[in-house]
């Protein structure tokens, strides 16, 4: 597997340097977003925005939440929550 860190991290600082506001967040909220190219197992996002559904599992502040990634595919294991 080929990592994209570099398109990643050009990604990462656009994103970073945009100007909008922050949507209007709640946990439990499902959203796309973007979660980058990521070290070892961690689970990466697709497409060129690097991005894949998300829930929202805690609001830390108006731009800081605690989301897990989502995904289609079954995985078996005490660390995984099936939903």
């Known amino acids: 597997m080929i990592k994209r860190f570099l398109e990643w991290i050009r990604l990462k600082e656009k994103l970073h340097n945009s100007r909008a506001v922050p949507p ?3 946990e ?3 959203w796309w977003i973007s ?3 990521n ?3 961690e689970m990466n996002g697709k ?3 690097f991005s ?3 829930i929202v599992l805690k ?3 108006r731009e800081f939440y605690l989301v897990a ?3 289609s595919q079954k995985k078996e294991g005490t660390w995984y929550v099936q939903i």
């Open 24 to 26: 209007l967040v709640r």
């Open 28 to 30: 439990r909220d499902l």
């Open 35 to 37: 979660f980058g190219e």
């Open 39 to 41: 070290v070892g197992s």
């Open 47 to 49: 497409s060129n925005l």
């Open 52 to 54: 894949r559904p998300g």
């Open 59 to 61: 609001k830390l502040s």
């Open 69 to 71: 990634p989502t995904t």
